[in-house]
């Protein structure tokens, strides 16, 4: 294309002195294309003289199924304020290996899938994607009001299969995540409650967690109002676990004398656990079975339903027919929001 003077929108400030496209890459060059308005890239205040030429390889959107890469020779200015900046360039950030329109891009499409995978559309490096996904976490975030959670969620996951595990606390109400931590221990999650502060921590009302947790404690300890609830999940599963499992052996011991008797009680440990609206017919009648033979195992087998119940049932004061639940509308209440 040589050296006639070519300025298109794209690239404000610079003209387009060379053009080279292969299968896979399109290059452009460019020169400023215009000495006049020369602005300082720290202030934006006007530049006092030139200081130097620099040129610089700078990634742009993609054109045409092809990677475009700009060779731009931009300039370092002096500054009576800043000392010797780089020029402002309205379409590249300080610093930035790539165009604003391309880092918009890939943010845009950060929101939608996983970084590695916008880094395999865009071919870029997956730290340049992560970093820009980090800045646009960070823009999303600062936007949103100071959290005033009055209810709270805690839990904990595995960072890795096996051992590492993090803790995050939720606000119930409008699940927003408010912290996450490393660890699962009482000292792991107190920085929340310090940086909540003595008022946050008495605002809160209620925190619901798993039944198996350190937190308890150390909720009691921060937030003098705050009533814990347990995941009604977790009581389910501790309850058949610790009492159903315990009496169904204990009734199996006892029918020692009789083997097919003591066979059928021994197989129906996965009857007995599991949820009675998910059997099948057939199922259903051994459960029958087993329950009208074993009197205690009816007995906590239909306490673990009423148990069940307890998370449904309507809160005390709240009046017959108000719709609201004790437990579950605290376990719920940020699903309608
Ligand atoms: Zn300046």
């Known amino acids: 294309m040589g050296e006639d003077k ?6 404000q400030g610079f003209r387009l002195v060379d053009l080279q496209v292969d299968e896979q890459v399109v290059r452009v060059q460019l020169h400023p294309s215009d000495l006049a308005g020369l602005r300082c890239g720290g202030c934006g205040g006007a530049a006092q003289g030139l200081h130097e ?37 309205p379409w590249l950030d300080r610093h930035a290996r790539l165009t604003r329109r391309l880092a918009e891009a890939v943010a845009l499409w950060c929101a939608k899938l996983p970084v590695k995978h916008v880094a395999e559309m865009f071919g870029l490096h997956w730290t340049t994607v992560r970093e820009i ?3 646009r976490l960070q823009a999303v975030v600062g936007a949103l009001p100071p959290a005033q959670p009055r209810r709270l969620i ?15 606390v939720l606000d119930a109400d409008t699940r927003r995540v408010l912290w996450i931590g490393e660890g699962r221990s009482r000292a792991a999650v107190r920085p929340f409650f310090v940086s909540l502060g003595a008022e946050g921590c008495s605002r809160i009302q209620a925190v ?3 039944m198996n947790s350190a937190f308890d404690l150390e909720v009691r300890q921060h937030c003098p109002k705050a009533r814990v609830v347990y995941d009604l999940f977790h009581v389910v599963a501790k309850y058949g676990r610790e009492v159903i499992s315990r009496v169904r052996v204990d009734a ?10 003591r066979r059928v009680v021994k197989q129906s440990h996965w009857l007995l656990l599991r949820n009675p609206a998910g059997l099948g017919a057939q199922e259903r009648v051994r459960l029958d079975e087993v329950l009208k033979a074993n009197q205690p195992l009816l ?3 239909l306490m673990a339903e009423q148990l069940k119940g307890l998370w449904t049932r309507p809160a005390r004061g709240s009046g017959v027919g108000s719709g609201k639940t004790g437990l579950a509308r605290l376990l719920t209440a940020g699903s309608r929001h």
């Open 133 to 135: 996904d980090r800045r």
């Open 208 to 210: 619901a967690m798993d």
């Open 6 to 11: 070519c300025c298109l929108p794209f690239w």
């Open 154 to 168: 805690m839990d904990e996951f595995a960072l890795y299969k096996g051992h590492r595990y993090a803790s995050v």
């Open 299 to 301: 007995v906590v087998y």
């Open 252 to 261: 199996a011991n006892q029918l020692r004398h009789d083997k097919p008797a």
């Open 53 to 89: 030429r620099v040129v610089r390889s700078i990634r742009d959107l993609p054109m045409l199924g092809r990677t475009v890469w700009l060779q731009v020779q931009l300039r370092r200015v002096c500054c009576g304020q800043c000392g010797t900046r780089m020029q402002q360039v």
